[in-house]
């Protein structure tokens, strides 16, 4: 069974995730981390499927 940690920001120290405050620094932990790749790739693919999608309607409904 494997825990979940988050790391500081600050100290960059591995912390488990229920603890608010980092056991090396004290400083506050994030909820999200900002370097969360998973949500990036997410939103890209979001957003390329939308603008290629609006692409191909404009192929079709733009004057020619």
């Not at 620094?25 to 790749?37: F, N, Q, T």
């Not at 997410?42 to 404009?58: D, N, R, T, Y």
Request: charged residues 20%; positive net charge; contains cysteine.
């Amino acid at each position: 069974m494997s825990q979940q940690t988050k790391k500081c920001l600050y100290c960059e120290v591995e912390n488990d995730s229920n603890n608010e405050n980092c056991s090396h620094c004290g400083m506050a932990l994030p909820i999200k981390h900002p370097k969360d790749k998973q949500k990036n790739i997410k939103f890209f693919v979001k957003a390329f499927w939308g603008i290629a999608l609006f692409c191909l309607i404009m192929v079709f409904f733009l004057p020619r």
